[in-house]
């Protein structure tokens, strides 16, 4: 297994300690998740990252980056429908997509990368459930929202972007 994918797999081992931190609800407990979730995003960059750089792009990450992706941005989302902080249909559309999109890649002959929209949604995601587990006082409760819905709207963007050129292509 390649450096790369091993920082991958690595990202899965945070996901437990991320999802133990959100129950307990103190400010210390909420930046250690921030922290938590902020290294694991920034691993989804810098495996990517490495490689490109070490030329050690497989078919093993091609597949594990998405679906560690997918766990480390669907996992909060959930917890925080459990806390009730975020209402559970805005995940359901973020999980369909995710599952369809997964769906669909699994009958692809060749399994490619992330467009720019895909790009957007994962950066929109990470700043919504950032500003989600953050201590931040009730003032911003609509800039928090806000966010998180449009990283929904960004996800359903990208889903028919992705499976638009797909089916034409058919």
């Known amino acids: 297994m390649t450096l790369p994918n091993w920082i991958t797999f690595s990202r899965l081992l945070g996901i437990p300690f991320l999802l133990y931190g959100l129950y307990n609800p103190t400010n210390q407990a909420k930046w250690i998740c921030l922290t938590i979730f902020l290294i ?20 093993l990450g091609k597949f594990l980056d998405p679906l560690v992706d997918k766990l ?44 720019i929209w895909g790009k957007l949604k994962t950066v929109s995601q990470i700043i919504a459930i950032s500003l989600l587990i953050s201590p931040l006082s ?6 928090i929202l806000i966010a998180f819905w449009v990283s929904v709207i960004l996800t359903i963007i990208s889903g028919i972007i992705y499976l638009i050129p797909q089916k034409i292509s058919e």
């Open 40 to 59: 694991a995003a920034l691993t989804d960059w810098l495996d990517g990252y490495l490689a490109r750089k070490l030329n050690q792009i497989s078919e």
């Open 72 to 115: 480390l941005v669907l996992a909060p989302l959930l917890v925080l429908v459990e806390l009730g902080k975020i209402p559970a249909w805005g995940v359901f559309i973020i999980l369909a997509r995710e599952l369809a999109i997964a769906g669909w890649r699994v009958n692809q002959t060749t399994i490619t990368g992330a467009n």
């Open 138 to 143: 009730p003032i911003w409760q609509i800039p």
